[in-house]
């Protein structure tokens, strides 16, 4: 079966600066692959690439099988794209807005009406239809961006950090159409900074940094390369990590005001507490979160 996405060596510089080197990957059909890395670490940069609004400086790429350098419009008519600002025109309502980039879209006249009703009671919004966008909450406004992206019924959705700034709850909702949206067969690609976001929705994740990609593969098998087993969370007061470093054989990785500590087995942490005399604030087995910190270096933004 063609994979839906095949890039061989992708490059984009821009003057000076290498914002992706060598990017080589391919997704199949019905994937949903997650697309991780800090700020600047080139996933906004390969996401333009793939529809055409950003030019590569080299290597091979193609998305159903069409260069987007040359077949942009052509790739966009199968794509469902949610960007990081949901971009809605404030002066109209929900319902005007989608009936707008339905025509954009090229939807016949007959079914437009039809197709924006019926997506937004899938988003449980058709109780705003009639709502001017100023109106909506957050969440919504989020929502209705996944009712644009879907308009055109597309085979592949890019998803480009869709619940960054989200409580907990608008996430889960938004999480549960993912996923009844790779039931139904679509191919997503979603960049997200929130690590158990990529845990929980998909079968493969990059990890991008500094332009390069450091890791890829499904979350378990990152986890078990990476970083197996569990870890103790410490705080990481002068005592603590004073008694801590006096253990020898531990991986301790001193994160501001925390102190991280992986051990291959859930006993071996136990028995450090008990020798250390300090209860740990959380045990847990290794998650792609750790796997995240250990390859790039770098934590988590504030935001996210």
């Known amino acids: 079966m063609p994979y839906v996405i095949e890039s061989r060596g992708v490059r984009k510089s821009f003057g000076e600066t290498e914002a992706l080197r060598d990017a080589t990957l ?23 690439i793939l529809y055409g609004a950003v030019r590569r400086s080299g290597g091979d790429l193609s998305v159903f099988g069409m ?3 040359t077949q942009s419009r052509d790739i966009k008519r199968r794509l469902g794209v949610v960007p990081q600002e949901n971009a809605l025109d404030e ?12 025509r954009f879209l090229g939807l016949p006249v007959a079914k437009r009406a039809a197709r924006v009703t019926e997506l937004l009671k899938y988003m449980s919004l058709e109780h705003k239809a009639g709502a001017p966008i100023h109106a909506l909450s ?54 997200t900074h929130y690590m158990h976001e990529a845990e929980a929705l998909c079968d493969r ?16 098998e ?6 197996p087993g569990f870890v103790a969370i410490f705080s990481a007061a002068p005592e603590v990590c004073a008694k801590l470093s006096k253990q020898s054989g531990l991986v301790v990785d001193n994160r501001g005001d925390v102190a991280l500590v992986r051990a291959p087995a859930l006993d071996d942490l136990v028995r450090l507490q008990r020798e250390l005399g300090i209860e ?4 847990r087995p290794a998650n792609l979160e750790d796997v995240f910190l250990k390859i790039t270096g770098e934590g988590l933004d504030q935001d996210a």
Request: include cysteine; hydrophobic fraction near 40%; glycine fraction near 12%.
């Open 26 to 48: 391919a997704v199949s059909p019905g994937e949903c692959v997650g697309l991780l890395g800090p700020n600047g670490a080139g996933k906004s940069t390969f996401i333009g």
């Open 67 to 69: 260069d987007p350098a």
């Open 91 to 102: 002066g109209l309502t929900v319902e005007e807005n989608m009936l707008l980039f339905a």
């Open 138 to 191: 957050g969440g919504m406004k989020r929502r209705l961006a996944f009712v644009r992206a879907l308009l055109g019924d597309p085979e592949m959705l890019i998803l480009d950090e869709p619940t960054t700034g989200l409580d907990p709850a608008v996430r889960h909702v938004l999480w549960e159409k993912v996923g009844d949206l790779r039931r139904q067969g679509k191919t997503i690609l979603v960049s």
């Open 205 to 220: 994740v990059i990890i991008l940094n500094h332009g390069n990609i450091t890791a890829l593969g499904s979350p378990k």
């Open 222 to 227: 990152l986890i078990r390369e990476h970083t």
């Open 280 to 283: 740990a604030q959380q045990l």
